[in-house]
């Protein structure tokens, strides 16, 4: 049995991501300029998952209350919209990371299980192989004396993968695909395990990257972390 909760309200927050390390040779006002209007993150919100909450599903409310005493188990939502028509510099990529703390530190937050773990676009490809003179490898340009054979495969491109599973510092990285810019909405969902009697913060950093003509990182460091208690 699938148990669904209601998707909450998360709140709405428009990140401006400040750069980071300026590019050597860089003007003034571009080393400082920050991104903004291209990434809104909703949330994060939580949930206890208790044997109450679990309730739908006998089994899973058994080993929430088999657990009680060892762990909790917190649903841990949020959401990351990149604005819906792309903009230039067009996004490269986009990194949501979570670090988990608690106290006390042992047995150590983890994050139990994250959705989605993998999104990827097939995306077919056409490369040709040529040999020259001496067996040597040769470029796309080459045209005298050489052999060459065609091989077309589809190549699986990770749109969004999920990062740091089973460890304290769980994260989702966004990448621009052949098929896909970076755009819409992608809700993110993790269960946080941690000692039964622990009070819990969560803390997000997102980065993104874009092209300016090289490769530029910026990244905002949320500044309330999230709070998961324990206790009832």
């Excluded at 903004?36 to 998952?49: C, E, F």
């Excluded at 969004?160 to 304290?168: D, E, H, K, N, T």
Aim: net charge neutral.
């Amino acid at each position: 049995m699938l148990i669904e909760f209601p998707d909450p309200r998360l709140p709405a927050h428009e990140l401006v991501l400040p750069p980071d390390d300026a590019l050597r040779g860089e003007p003034d006002d571009a080393a400082t300029t920050p991104l903004a209007g291209r990434i809104t993150l909703g949330g994060p919100t939580a949930l206890r998952l208790t044997a109450h909450e679990l309730s739908a599903d006998p089994e899973l409310a058994r080993y929430a209350a088999a657990e009680a005493g060892r762990h909790a188990y917190h649903l841990v939502r949020l959401a990351v919209t990149f604005a819906p028509t792309p903009q230039r510099p067009r996004l490269e990529f986009a990194h949501v990371a979570l670090n988990v703390t608690s106290k006390p530190d042992e047995p150590a937050p983890v994050a139990h299980s994250m959705d989605p773990m993998r999104i990827s676009d097939p995306v077919e490809i056409s490369r040709t192989r040529r040999l020259g003179p001496q067996l040597s490898l040769l470029g796309a340009d080459a045209s005298v004396g050489e052999i060459g054979r065609s091989v077309q495969y589809t190549s699986h491109q990770p749109l969004v993968q999920a990062l740091g599973l089973q460890s304290g510092s769980p994260a989702w990285e966004f990448r621009r695909t052949r098929a896909h810019e970076l755009s819409g909405c992608h809700p993110l969902s993790l269960i946080v395990r941690t000692a039964a009697d622990a009070v819990t913060e969560v803390t997000l950093t997102v980065s993104a990257g874009v092209r300016i003509p090289l490769l530029r990182r910026f990244t905002r460091r949320l500044p309330d972390p999230l709070r998961l208690e324990a206790t009832l």
